[in-house]
């Protein structure tokens, strides 16, 4: 069973850039397809990116395709999420998610396992 850790989060001004960083603690990501998803104030939990688990694919949210990007590490065994032109709509908390795979599909939906969750805050 992987655990993951998130780090990276932190306070912004609109136009920055910043990349949050998805380990996986006590196992690998070998097999898993993953994804980022983030939920605001008082709003639900919504997909942001994902990836398949040979990491060849990938599937981003419309409001945030060409501005962010996932990719992941197997040396290291973490997943990032790099984030430009940073908007204050893009305000959450953000987790990292995972889910065994045995297809290369990337999935917007049920995940198994999830971080604690870091945040992000964008000024204007």
């Known amino acids: 069973q992987v655990r993951l850790v998130e780090s990276g989060g932190g306070l912004v001004q609109a136009g920055d850039s910043l990349t949050l960083s998805c380990a996986a603690s006590?196992?690998?990501?070998?097999?898993?397809?993953t994804a980022w998803v983030r939920q605001a104030p008082g709003k639900e939990r919504e997909f942001v990116a994902g990836?398949?688990?040979?990491?060849?694919?990938?599937d981003y949210a419309d409001s945030v395709e060409g501005r962010f990007s996932i990719s992941r590490d197997n040396a290291k065994d973490t997943v990032y999420l790099t984030m430009n032109s940073l908007k204050p709509e893009d305000t959450a908390v953000y987790y990292c998610?995972?889910?065994?795979?045995?297809?290369?599909?990337?999935?917007?939906?049920?995940?198994?396992?999830w971080g604690q969750g870091t945040q992000v805050t964008v000024s204007s």
């Open positions: 990836l398949s688990r040979s990491s060849s694919r990938a």
């Open positions: 998610a995972a889910r065994l795979s045995v297809s290369n599909l990337v999935f917007r939906e049920n995940y198994n396992y």
């Open positions: 006590g196992g690998t990501f070998t097999g898993y397809a």
